[in-house]
């Protein structure tokens, strides 16, 4: 095969891809579209109770309203600050976990069981506990926020550095790597797409912490904007939250797809 028939089959290749990736995009903003009109045209019709569940309009008029008046940037950022804080505490504090168990296979072995039942545990059963323990402040929450994703993250991730091959640990150590070099130039790397599918699954992790947290014991946030509109009847309010949460939990998504892609790239 001649050099330019490689590089006609690439280009192929490449189109194909592209094609693919309209296609994929056009249906998903298709679907995107198809539910607000349902959405908007059921309530209008009386399809559905406007009243209970309100309607794009109606939440369009609300958005813009609570931006114009500030409440809305307002709790949301509190909201996205507790969120990332509480998504980097568990991420972080879940890989370093991992990473000791990892250095220790006698402390692994004896942990095991604990982590199987910590897991188990109903992370958001224990919000009251840690409002009584830190108090009923921002901290609670990014606490509440971390220890949804923490343990499940110390689970995949230390799963992943014992299945990475150890012939690679053993060259390295033929040629006088120290156990940190080798985690550090094998099994770290090795795992690195184990760790990206984890940072996407923490993201939703976060996110319910938090918002569970803002449930239980904040007055700002958009999960005391989502209490307040049950509490209040003013269910526009609810799913304005609710679709805000939407919209940067997929922001925040994304940038770890964006990541993902710089370090298969690297």
């Known amino acids: 095969m001649t050099k330019n028939e490689i590089k006609s089959l690439h280009e192929q290749y490449l189109s194909?891809?592209?094609?693919?990736?309209?296609?994929?995009?056009?249906?998903?903003?298709?679907?995107?579209?198809?539910?607000?009109?349902?959405w908007e045209s059921a309530s209008r019709l009386h399809w559905i109770d406007p009243l209970i569940f309100s309607s794009p309009s109606k939440v369009w008029d609300l958005f813009i309203k609570k931006s114009l008046d500030g409440s809305l940037v307002a709790n949301l950022g509190i909201t996205v600050t507790e969120t990332i804080l509480g998504f980097l505490a568990g991420t972080l504090l879940g890989t370093l976990l991992a990473a000791i168990l990892w250095w220790s296979p006698i402390l692994s072995k004896i942990l095991d069981p604990f982590l199987v039942i910590l897991n188990a545990m109903p992370k958001v059963a224990l919000g009251p506990i840690l409002i009584v323990a830190l108090g009923a402040n921002m901290t609670s929450i990014v606490a509440m926020g971390t220890l949804v994703s923490v343990i499940i993250t110390t689970i995949v991730v230390f799963t992943a550095f014992k299945e990475v091959d150890p012939n690679y640990v053993k060259v390295l150590q033929i040629f006088g790597a120290t156990r940190f070099q080798s985690f550090k130039e094998a099994i770290l790397p090795a795992s690195f797409p184990t760790i990206i599918s984890t940072l996407k699954v923490n993201v939703g992790l976060s996110w319910v912490g938090v918002i569970v947290g803002e449930f239980l014991t904040s007055s700002r946030g958009l999960g005391y904007m989502i209490i307040y509109g049950f509490q209040v009847f003013d269910f526009t309010l609810v799913f304005l939250s609710l679709l805000v949460i939407a919209v940067f939990a997929t922001l925040m998504y994304q940038l770890v797809e964006l990541l993902e892609k710089k370090l298969i790239k690297d």
Not at 16 to 38: H, M, P, S, T
């Open 16 to 38: 194909g891809l592209k094609r693919e990736k309209r296609f994929v995009r056009f249906f998903q903003g298709l679907i995107f579209i198809l539910f607000f009109v349902a």
